[in-house]
């Protein structure tokens, strides 16, 4: 008798998706879209196609499900938004006191995540301009205040490090900041990954939390990065 009630009830659900538009079927199919909400949070123009991909990688890496990747990432991006706490106003981009120096730009100039770039010489930063990774002079680069200089304790690290970020100039840049630690491919990079795997391949993983995504806030609670400037108007 069970059987025969669960077999009518395989039946009345197929005739009711054979009578939903093809809108409201896929609803009904997806009533949880964690996909829809990674990319609605990221709010940065990464697609649903490249998040898509980037979580089945992830999956495959961990032996794990994409569902369970793509909830781990959604626990992750609503861990690490930060305030937008900065005056929304441009100002000069300081000197770095050594190559290998980093620049933390809070949300949400970067996103309400905020951003990171690495300074290839004392002088010049490593950022992006349409779509590539290019190598800029501190002269042209004004950025919001509260903006802050920081160092890696690890002086043996910095040059090498500032190199590795300054020769990846003509990369494409990498839109999906929260799946950009799940391995060390180059072919593609986001600022938060080139500032991460410029100390990675020196042995020094910058990811505080060890996280699927590396984010600027992670970079900067790490124990060996420290604040010792903050870009804000003259008094």
Not at 47 to 56: C, V, Y
Not at 126 to 152: D, H, Q, W
Not at 186 to 209: F, K, P, Q, T
Request: glycine residues 6%; charged residues 20%; negative net charge.
């Amino acid at each position: 008798m069970k059987l025969g009630y669960s077999i009518a009830g395989t039946y009345l659900a197929a005739c009711l998706a054979v009578s939903l538009s093809p809108a409201a079927a896929l609803a009904a199919r997806q009533p949880d879209d964690k996909i829809a909400e990674i990319v609605s949070l990221m709010g940065n123009g990464v697609t649903r196609a490249i998040i898509e991909a980037d979580i089945d990688t992830a999956a495959r890496s961990m032996s794990t499900t994409p569902d369970t990747v793509a909830i781990q990432v959604l626990e992750e991006l609503k861990e690490h938004q930060v305030l937008k706490t900065y005056i929304p106003a441009l100002y000069p981009l300081p000197e770095a006191r050594h190559k290998g120096d980093l620049l933390y730009i809070p949300g949400p100039q970067g996103g309400v995540f905020g951003t990171m770039m690495i300074y290839v010489e004392k002088d010049v930063v490593a950022t992006f301009n349409k779509g590539v990774i290019v190598n800029r002079k501190v002269s042209e680069m004004r950025v919001p205040r509260y903006s802050r200089l920081l160092t890696v304790d690890q002086p043996k690290l910095r040059s090498h490090a500032a190199a590795w970020a300054e020769a990846q100039a003509g990369k494409s840049i990498n839109p999906d900041f929260a799946i950009n630690g799940d391995s060390l491919s180059d072919y593609r990079l986001g600022a938060l990954e080139l500032v991460w795997r410029a100390y990675r391949y020196e042995g020094l993983d910058l990811d505080s939390d060890s996280g699927l995504g590396v984010y600027a806030i992670d970079i900067y609670n790490h124990q060996d990065v420290t604040s010792y400037q903050v870009v804000k108007p003259a008094n």
